[in-house]
């Protein structure tokens, strides 16, 4: 009976271990990793206070098992270092950065890139705003992606393009088939080679990179550069003229091996499953519904707000402008007209419409700054020649129809919001020039 007692004694000191040992929580990877490793010599140590097998017989059997695990562990990393396996593409996990993401590679001035021809198939079921709220997931979009031969989103390798588009995500658009594209749309409506060169994240200093690399070698007659009020001046350094040295650092072949390792995508899923999602409810009071063509309401939500500029934002406008400068007079030497883009944030599109519905106090109070002014200004200011397209006014015009130009729990344009984009520049390249309409 005191035997009993004590074995019931020592599973109970053992357990309340384990609990303060994971209720302590699990912060990161290394976390994770740590507490594995304490659990597991906390287990063996209790079956050795507990079992009747005598003391060598319980260390064989702790070396044994150990070797076996660590061994098989090992065989399966080596598939790894052999480049045989990706586990992270396997276990469909994300990396710290974009270069550590399936399909990415290191790019020594643009920080990251898209594998040459990469392709991938999926669903697309919740938004970034989905994501950060935890919300149901929406009915699958499927998509079919595929990347040129230097990682964009063109069906083809171009050798030669009447159109360029450059820009990030609002012109990559990976959550859309290629046929959705602005670009695509294009293309249908002139009857020319449009080259999309966007990439999701980059920004204006990345963007100028893209057009002196690829842009320009394609010989185009026109560059769009498409300017997404959302993010892009808040990626630009206001004294800074380089690309973040972070995105630029290609030396680190091991990290790149960790990135893709079973260990370290077997810690990141089981950190996901443990933590569950964790919904940031400050983005709840960002919402409203809205009434399509049909009647049926959707409810938005929203995540950029179009504020008034700090003095900080002053100065990306002065890093910005010298960036379009200098795009502009590249595009000119070589007989190229430039055109800017403008790509306004949802709020700035349903604000006020009488089929749009704030539906907290907060939505009601957002304020709504005159940034696609003064970007015009500043554009007139460096050349009459550089031609402005503010693309709000399509957009609105399309939502006040009942058209969901936006996805309703992510910042990005639906298949319709491309649509509406691609026609309206398309109508502006052909102010510009009338060879543009489709013979």
């Known amino acids: 009976m005191l035997k009993d007692k004590a074995a019931l004694m020592t599973l109970a000191i053992f357990a309340c271990g384990y609990a303060v040992l994971w209720v302590t929580g699990v912060t990161s990877t290394g976390d994770l990793l740590g507490d594995l490793i304490v659990g597991y010599l906390l287990a063996w140590g209790l079956y050795a206070l507990v079992s009747d097998l005598p003391r060598g017989e319980i260390r064989t059997r702790f070396i044994l098992m150990t070797l076996v695990g660590s061994s098989m562990l090992g065989m399966a990393e080596l598939l790894g270092v052999a480049g045989l396996i990706n586990y992270q593409t396997l276990l469909g996990t994300q990396g710290r950065a974009w270069f550590d993401r399936p399909g990415y590679v290191r790019d020594a001035e643009l920080g990251y890139r898209h594998e040459a021809h990469y392709q991938a198939r999926g669903s697309f079921v919740r938004g970034n705003i989905g994501e950060a709220l935890c919300l149901p997931a929406n009915p699958p979009q499927e998509f079919d992606i595929r990347y040129d031969q230097h990682g964009f989103r063109n069906d083809e390798d171009l050798d030669r393009a009447e ?88 030396s680190m072949p091991r990290d790149d091996y960790w990135m893709r390792s079973l260990t370290r995508n077997l810690l990141v899923v089981s950190k996901r499953v443990m933590s569950g999602c964790v919904p940031n409810r400050t983005f709840l009071q960002f919402r409203g519904l809205f009434r399509d063509m049909s009647g049926k309401q959707t409810e938005l939500y929203f995540w950029e707000k179009p504020a008034a500029l700090k003095p900080t934002d002053r100065l990306r406008l002065e890093r910005l402008r010298s960036i379009l400068a200098e795009a502009h007079e590249l595009s000119r030497q070589q007989g190229v007209r430039f055109v800017v ?99």
């Open 163 to 250: 159109v360029v588009v450059v820009g990030d995500s609002y012109v990559e658009s990976p959550m859309l088939s290629n046929s959705s594209l602005l670009t695509s749309t294009m293309k249908r409506l002139s009857g020319s080679a449009v080259a999309n060169l966007g990439i999701s994240g980059y920004g204006p200093e990345q963007e100028l990179i893209v057009l002196k690399r690829y842009g320009l070698s394609l010989q185009p007659k026109v560059i769009v550069w498409t300017f997404f009020e959302g993010n892009d001046l808040l990626q630009l350094d206001p004294e800074g003229t380089e690309v973040d040295p972070a995105l630029s650092d290609v």
């Open 341 to 439: 883009a403008f790509a306004p944030v949802k709020y700035r599109v349903h604000r006020g419409l009488e089929n749009f519905e704030p539906s907290t106090p907060e939505m009601r109070e957002w304020p709504v700054n005159d940034l696609p002014g003064e970007l015009e200004s500043m554009l007139k200011a460096i050349s009459p020649d550089i031609h402005f397209i503010d693309l709000t006014s399509p957009l609105r015009d399309a939502a006040a129809a009942g058209v969901l130009t936006y996805l309703p729990d992510d910042t990005h344009w639906t298949a319709e919001g491309q649509r509406v984009a691609g026609e309206a520049i398309h109508r502006a390249l052909i102010d510009l020039n009338p060879q543009f309409a489709k013979q």
